[in-house]
């Protein structure tokens, strides 16, 4: 079982280049989501997706937007990057609510 | 603002030690408190605890909730190097939707052989 795959595992980008970062699911959950994590900061939650067609901002979305392709994509697009979007980012799913995320390994994104 | 906080950030113990990691949370509305457990990269889930004093048990893993002073502690005995992690603590608020986790800043486990 695949589980939850993010491509790529790692970027460099230039101030103000754009990019997206695409996820995938194979056990049909009906939640997506993408958080970023900084050093010392925890994971913070940038947006989610509660089921296919719906979208919703999290703790912090500004520089962010996603798309929910289908059930199975949830793709995030930094449309003009900036250093401060230099993190670790995990796409995760989950049958429904919050409880049990299943985690993709992350895209190491450098910003420079 | 929903708010939880770890300690120790950073502990380092022997193979065979008992170690107590703490999570000390403020939410709206509680709904469930999570421990997840990262090795190198995607967390992994360890605990959902709702109810206040039960325990929940996985080997030599544990943890139980104390819903009326806010905290949860995450107990490993008999610790080995496999258990070198950063060891995380999410809850969940019923206000923000069944879909919004705040997680901690992580307790970075180091255990020495």
């Known amino acids: 079982n695949a589980g939850v795959t993010q491509t790529p595992k790692f970027q460099v980008l230039k101030t103000g280049q754009s990019m997206t970062l695409q996820c995938a699911q194979d056990m049909n959950h009906n939640s997506m989501y993408w958080y970023r994590q900084d050093p010392g900061m925890g994971l913070r939650l940038i947006y989610y997706?509660?089921?296919?067609?719906?979208?919703d901002k999290g703790e912090v979305p500004n520089g962010y937007n996603v798309s929910r392709l289908n059930k199975r994509e949830f793709s995030l697009r930094l449309e003009s990057a900036a250093p401060s979007q230099t993190s670790v980012y995990f796409c995760a799913s989950s049958v429904g609510g919050s409880e049990k995320l299943f985690f993709g390994s992350g895209t190491q994104l450098s910003v420079l | 603002e929903d708010k939880v906080v770890q300690s120790p950030l950073s502990l380092v113990v022997h193979e065979g030690d008992t170690v107590t990691l703490n999570c000390s949370y403020e939410v709206t509305n509680f709904r469930s408190l999570l421990w997840y457990k990262q090795e190198k990269k995607a967390p992994t889930f360890l605990f959902m605890l709702?109810?206040?004093?039960i325990e929940k048990k996985s080997g030599r893993l544990s943890s139980i909730l104390d819903k009326k002073e806010l905290f949860s502690i995450l107990n490993i005995t008999a610790t080995q190097t496999g258990d070198s992690a950063v060891y995380l603590c999410a809850v969940e608020d019923r206000t923000q939707g069944a879909q919004k986790l705040v997680f901690g800043q992580g307790t970075r486990l180091t255990i020495n052989p």
């Open positions: 709702t109810s206040s004093g």
């Open positions: 997706s509660a089921s296919e067609g719906t979208t």
